[in-house]
């Protein structure tokens, strides 16, 4: 033992604890295992669960194949799940019409980012604010946070308000700042930062004769990262799955997004077709373009990406949620 | 959603540089619950007025100007022949998504948790998850490619088996249960990762407890897993008995395909009747007295469940 260094102490200790760790696992496990479903009844929930899972993709797949079918198929069989005939027509009218798509896709992308910023940014102030133990107007903050979660004034009162008095139909901000706060977020943030940052540190860095301003961009934001992915996320997804304050607000075509354009042209496949090709009348034009699986095509174009960044951040969207459940 | 007792922490003391900053750093977002969530509280006051544009006036001049009318645009509301339909319609809608809302998500939730392979657990979560991230206009889309009265699947299924084809956009009394079908598809999910997270978070010794004294798995989830999820049911309960009278606008007005006339009285809710008012030449001043009318039915229902249940069981209550 006299031999022992002070290293191999310190690693014969680790190793032990490893090995109780593993010893406490499978025991667990065991326990576990005495209280397991029986085996048929786990076969029965993975089949529903499989079921489950099935009819939410399903749908996807299936307007996908609709927007890869050739029109005289789709007009001479229906909708299938397998295409008789597979035709790129629709991908490439819309690459036809890419001023209109490029424009909506830009105008949803540039929504998309700037309002996720100023939400971010209103947000996660108004939280750190609320968070802080001792400050003379929390009350007040705290109630003016809290009032609109039980009253707001309405759908009319929003659009008059929005509309006539601070003038913003037809201007991109009425479809980024309406949405960018919402209560239940800054109550996420702030019951993060109650949680995770101490006081003291905070304090030391005021006696260190930092401003909060200082604090909170050097200190706090770099150590929030997690609360910052939530509700960057929740703002994303909202903004760019918005169509409601278009169709309320926009009549300007270049500010319509791609939500928007979707919305428009379900009653109106003509909305889209103002770039007729070369010899055609715009008539011909209407009467030649592949309407039913161009609209197929577009709500892809719309749903590829959420489905393919969106089980990457999951576990975010989750985590803010238990972090709203949570009273404080 | 704050504890009452912090406010009496907060003793009189000076105005200190720390509060100025703090306030300068709240002072963005307060700005915006002004401009975005105060101003249209006291834009109510249209509901209250004959309100009338005055050509070349500002809007403020012509708010001011329009008479006062006291409670006439919420009479002309509530006597309308819309009225009773759009009260039956939402609250009834609202009701079974409620129980289901409850009732489906935390059985699966329970049943999910019981599943051996956790990373199949997993993958039917995210898959199940899918839906919650796309829009009502984009699911509209997805429910037109089932119901599209030519080319739809349910019509070939039908024309299949040798039965009538249905056109479903206009045939009224099947769409209570697509309405409800398709609420659940796009919520269930979602709330099913919610409770789920509040399932894996209950201390395990009390299951090893009951399995010791001999519990079944259904006396387990009867006893142990839903008295632990419990305050989330009731969170959820409440916030969402705090929206009765308002609707999904997105799944009533989009997967119908914009209220149809044949489907009106079977769908129409307080914010598709709303909707398009403001889309018509309604007078603003009826249109927003409906409007308010939700708001202030909402705010009194929220407070009298949150009563309720804090009457019920204390801690629950989120007020």
């Not at chain 2, 819309?82 to 809302?101: E, P, Q």
């Amino acid at each position: 033992m006299g031999s022992k260094t002070f290293n191999d102490i310190i690693r014969d200790r680790l190793d032990e604890v490893k090995r109780n760790n593993i010893i406490a696992k499978r025991e667990e496990e065991e326990a576990n295992k005495l209280n397991r479903i029986r085996k048929p009844t786990n076969l029965i929930f993975n089949f529903i669960f499989f079921l489950c899972s099935l009819a939410c993709l399903i749908p996807v797949v299936f307007v996908f194949m609709i927007s890869i079918s050739s029109e005289q198929s789709l007009a001479k069989y229906g909708y299938r799940f397998i295409p008789k005939v597979f035709s790129s027509v629709s991908y490439r009218f819309l690459w036809n019409e890419r001023d209109v798509i490029f424009n909506a896709l830009g105008i949803s992308t540039l929504v998309t980012a700037v309002g996720t910023l100023i939400g971010v940014i209103l947000t996660t102030t108004m939280g750190y604010v609320l968070s802080r133990p001792v400050f003379k107007l929390k009350s007040f903050f705290t109630w003016m946070v809290f009032v609109p979660m039980i009253f707001n004034g309405g759908m009319v009162a929003q659009y008059v308000v929005n509309a006539n008095m601070l003038k913003l139909k037809d201007t991109i901000w009425v479809l980024v700042l309406p949405l960018a706060v919402s209560s239940f977020n800054v109550i996420i943030s702030k019951t993060f930062f109650k949680s995770t940052i101490p006081d003291s540190i905070v304090e030391s860095a005021k006696i260190d004769g930092a401003s909060q301003l200082n604090i909170f961009i050097r200190i706090v934001l770099p150590i929030s990262k997690p609360v910052l992915a939530t509700i960057a996320l929740f703002l994303t997804f909202s903004y760019w799955n918005d169509w409601f304050q278009s169709s309320l607000y926009i009549t300007n075509k270049k500010l319509i997004s791609l939500q928007a354009l979707l919305n428009n042209i379900m009653r109106n496949i003509e909305y889209i077709a103002n770039n007729p090709d070369g010899g055609l009348s715009l008539q011909q034009y209407k009467t030649s373009m592949p309407s039913e699986s161009v609209r197929m095509a577009i709500a892809i174009v719309i749903v590829v990406p959420i489905a393919c960044v969106y089980p990457f951040f999951q576990k975010y969207f989750i985590s803010g949620l238990t972090i709203g459940a949570v009273k404080g | 959603m704050f504890r009452k007792n912090e406010k009496k922490k907060i003793k009189r003391r000076r105005w200190t540089r720390d509060d100025t900053e703090l306030a300068l750093l709240g002072f963005p977002t307060f700005v915006w619950y002004v401009l975005f969530s105060y101003l249209p509280m006291f834009g109510l006051i249209i509901a209250f007025k004959n309100y009338k544009i005055s050509a070349g006036r500002g809007f403020l001049y012509g708010l001011y100007q329009s008479a006062w009318v006291g409670l006439e645009n919420f009479r002309f509301f509530v006597e309308s022949n819309s009225f009773i339909m759009l009260l039956r319609n939402t609250i009834l809608y609202n009701v079974v998504f409620i129980a289901l809302g409850l009732v489906i998500p935390v059985t699966l939730a329970i049943m999910i948790s019981q599943l051996y392979s956790k990373r199949r657990s997993k993958v039917y979560q995210t898959a199940m998850f899918f839906p919650h991230f796309m829009s009502w206009v984009v699911i509209s889309y997805f429910v037109y490619a089932f119901l599209n009265p030519d080319k739809g699947v349910m019509n070939q299924i039908l024309a299949y088996y040798g039965k009538d084809t249905i056109m479903w956009y206009s045939a009224s009394k099947y769409w209570p249960f697509i309405l409800i079908f398709m609420q659940v598809w796009k919520t269930v999910g979602y709330s099913m990762v919610v409770y789920l997270a509040s399932i894996t978070g209950i201390d395990g010794t009390l299951f090893e407890a009951a399995v010791i004294d001999g519990a079944t798995k259904f006396q387990q989830a009867r006893y142990i897993t839903i008295p632990c999820v419990k305050p989330i049911m009731i969170m959820m309960f409440i916030l969402s008995v705090g929206r009765i009278f308002y609707s999904d606008f997105g799944l009533f007005y989009q997967v119908t395909q914009r209220v149809p006339n044949s489907l009106y009285t079977t769908v129409s809710t307080f914010d598709t009747y709303i909707f398009s008012a403001l889309q018509l030449n309604v007078p603003i001043g009826r249109t927003a007295a409906a409007s308010m009318f939700q708001s202030v039915a909402c705010c009194g229902t929220i407070l009298i469940a949150n009563w309720i249940v804090s009457k019920i069981d204390a801690d629950s209550a989120i007020i």
